[in-house]
């Protein structure tokens, strides 16, 4: 059984700055790619930003030079730094990851969701 479970949602205003986190436990022998998506009512769910093992990184145009995605592979952890928001990035954000439980099976997860809202 693999869990993601991500924290740091909430309301800010615009201009502000909020820090996702998301921690992977469970039966985990390896993660590949860990990544936020998110989702606006009526919209559908797009990606933010994601980062493979490797530490390389690509993030939506709507958040390139605001939002920084890192990991802490020893902690299973992928974080979403986000600064000078706007209330056009109010949404629910997900977190993602590719897990491997043995050395041949793998996965794709999802997280919970965490709920952002970026208002005065």
Same mark, same amino acid.
């Not at 909020?18 to 039966?27: E, I, V």
């Not at 020893?74 to 209330?87: D, E, G, H, I």
């Given at each position: 059984q693999v869990q993601l479970v991500e924290s740091g @949602?909430?309301?800010? =205003?615009?201009? /502000?700055?909020? !820090?996702?986190?998301? &921690?992977?436990?469970? %039966?985990?022998? *390896?993660? +590949?790619?860990? @990544?936020?998506?998110? =989702?606006?009512? /009526?919209?559908? !769910?797009?990606?933010? &930003?994601?980062?493979? %093992?490797?530490? *390389?990184? +690509?993030?939506?145009?709507?958040v390139k030079g605001r939002f920084t995605i890192s990991r802490d592979n020893?902690?299973?952890?992928?974080?979403?730094?986000?600064?000078?928001?706007?209330?056009e990035d109010t949404a629910v954000y997900y977190c993602n990851a590719y897990i491997f439980q043995t050395p041949t099976t793998w996965g794709g997860y999802w997280g919970q969701g965490t709920q952002v809202t970026v208002s005065s």
């Open positions: @949602g909430g309301l800010m =205003q615009p201009g /502000g700055s909020l !820090r996702l986190s998301c &921690a992977a436990s469970g %039966s985990i022998f *390896s993660i +590949n790619a860990m @990544g936020w998506y998110r =989702q606006a009512p /009526g919209k559908q !769910r797009e990606l933010v &930003a994601r980062i493979n %093992s490797g530490g *390389s990184t +690509n993030y939506a145009d709507s020893a902690k299973n952890t992928v974080y979403l730094q986000m600064n000078s928001l706007k209330p």
